[in-house]
């Protein structure tokens, strides 16, 4: 259980990083994918992050799939609890 909290910590953190930075264009060249990049993830437990380092290629799939994760969660969350709209003359 706490694998998996730490788990959806990291992909929320991370989500959230990938929408506050953004890049010049929607495409990477294989050079620019093959850098390494590390971030800081904050883990539930722990007072310190852990470094997580990956090429760019890959964070720009996590963060997209993260995303993905993201609006499919809201969306469960908002059809659950969108209120019925009322018939006209109730």
Known sequence: MKFAGSVLAAGLMVSLAGCAS????????????AERECRSIKEFGSMLPKRICNNKATWADID????????EFKDKIDSRYTPIPREPGM
Request: proline share 0%; glycine share 10%; hydrophobic share 20%.
């Open 22 to 33: 953004s890049t010049g264009s929607e495409e990477m060249t294989l050079a620019e994918g």
């Open 64 to 71: 997209e799939r993260n995303e993905e994760q993201a609006k």
